[in-house]
């Protein structure tokens, strides 16, 4: 047994002063507001939150950071930088800068990731010995880095509607839907890692697959992701091909249920949003990229409204800042109805926690409560960014580096700022730079 006590603490009644968290075996024990600190206790400064889910990563997208903005451009430009990128990797090169991000993702108060997995095969598409070689790295880099990992596995058919892949894509792609599916049955889960599915989106998977990777979710009860609606063009070109919307084409091959989890939404439409709604899907935005990317702002006022949860997530990881996606989910519906205050603290924390983890198939953590994993995150209240701020407001206030000490599973994974790994951002450099030569 041992027992962490916080001057403030966010539980699911909100913030309260004074609480002792027991842990026994990775699990809280028990919660006890008001309580005076015992001699052995581990102290947190500032206000500890639950550990903060990553709805949505592409690993090695990481190394593109600073390196796609000297012209202008839009999402398809973009992508033909990540292909280069991505043709590039090995399983070796790949754990490197996995390690390296998901250490970065702990330092700012993650302690879970749902790994968005589409870099399956070699060269030319050519399986590794271990069809799932690709898969294998980015759960030991995840276990090392201290983080949990929902590990979404990906099924990605077309180049295109009605194009077969080419070039950097074959490293993407299984010759059929069932293909995937045997190949993705392979795959393990751990105490660390649980195993789901990805539609990567409707203009690379065809409707006569989508049913196939929905059932693979269903039976497994496993969490399904996919992108939707990123841009336009993907809208325009469903329409066109198959008279419906992207958000119509899951519902109507049974991929849009409660165990589904939409990534951007950022062009929906407002039938799109009641089928969201009803089905109970979670929508994850992903603030950063989305301007990183010019993607446009997803209505996430109507999509909460009509019934979806929202969570967050880094995506390309242009920022690894998951309190400043929260935030985002606020300021970009700021941006968007003129109005403020679309979101209370309370709900930028849910999805900054609770959502996110229960959209990455892990219901129950996420909370400061008897029964939950044990991860904690402690933020700073004594910052120049934060210095001031009411602790239950303080989400609207920190960011990543305000976040000083991270518990995952009762693991001590980040204490005063600095990864038990050491200096991350050394690591991430010996990670990035051979990338690039």
């Known amino acids: 047994m041992t027992a962490f006590w916080a001057a403030h603490a966010w539980l699911p009644a909100g913030v309260r002063p004074e609480v002792r968290i027991e842990v026994a075996d990775g699990v809280i024990v028990a919660v006890s507001p008001g309580s005076a600190p015992q001699a052995d206790d581990t102290r947190l400064p500032g206000v500890v939150f639950p550990g903060f889910a990553n709805a949505h990563s592409h690993a090695f997208h990481r190394a593109l950071r600073g390196r ?4 202008r451009g839009s999402f398809w430009t973009w992508r033909e930088a990540m292909y ?37 095969h070699g060269p030319g598409g050519i399986p590794y010995a271990d069809p799932n070689a690709m898969a294998a790295v980015l759960q030991q880099a995840a276990r090392d880095a201290g983080v949990r990992l929902t590990l979404l596995d990906t099924c990605y058919l077309e180049g295109g509607i009605g194009r077969p892949l080419d070039g950097v894509q074959l490293r993407f792609g299984d010759p059929t839907a069932d293909a995937w599916a045997e190949r993705a049955a392979r ?22 697959a989508l049913g196939t990777v929905a059932a693979w979710a269903h039976e497994r009860d496993a969490p399904l992701h996919v992108h939707l609606s990123e841009q336009p063009a993907e809208n325009q070109a469903a329409v066109t091909a198959y008279g419906r919307t992207p958000a119509r084409l899951l519902a109507d091959h049974g991929a849009l249920t409660a165990r589904t989890t939409a990534v951007h939404a950022n062009h929906v439409t407002a039938g799109d949003v009641a089928l969201l709604g009803a089905a109970g899907a979670s929508v994850c935005a992903c603030p950063t990229t989305e301007q990183d990317l010019a993607d446009g702002l997803a209505p996430t006022g109507p999509l909460r409204a009509a019934g979806s949860p929202l969570c967050v997530g880094s995506d390309q990881h242009a920022v690894v800042d998951l309190l400043l996606e929260a935030r985002l989910l606020e300021h970009h519906e700021r941006l968007r109805t003129g109005e403020r205050g679309a979101f209370a603290p309370s709900t930028l924390v849910t999805a900054l926690t609770e959502a996110g983890h229960a959209a990455l198939g892990w219901p129950g953590n996420g909370r400061l409560a008897p029964g939950a994993a044990a991860d904690l995150v402690a933020v700073r209240t004594d ?15 920190a960011g990543g580096a305000d976040v000083d000490t991270v518990v995952t599973g009762g693991r001590v994974v980040v204490q005063d700022g600095t990864h038990e790994r050491g200096d991350v951002a050394s690591l991430l450099a010996r990670a990035v730079a051979p990338l690039w030569r």
């Open 68 to 71: 796609t903005h000297d012209g």
């Open 187 to 208: 795959l393990a889960a751990d105490e660390n890692t649980r195993v789901g599915a990805a539609i990567h989106s409707v203009r690379a998977v065809p409707p006569a």
């Open 383 to 397: 910052t120049v960014r934060t210095a001031g701020a009411d602790p239950a407001q303080v989400v609207l206030a």
């Open 84 to 120: 280069s990128l991505a043709g590039r990797l090995t399983p070796d090169t790949y754990y490197e800068l996995a390690l390296a991000t998901y250490a970065e993702m702990a330092l700012a108060g993650v302690s879970v990731v749902g790994e968005f997995h589409y870099l399956h």
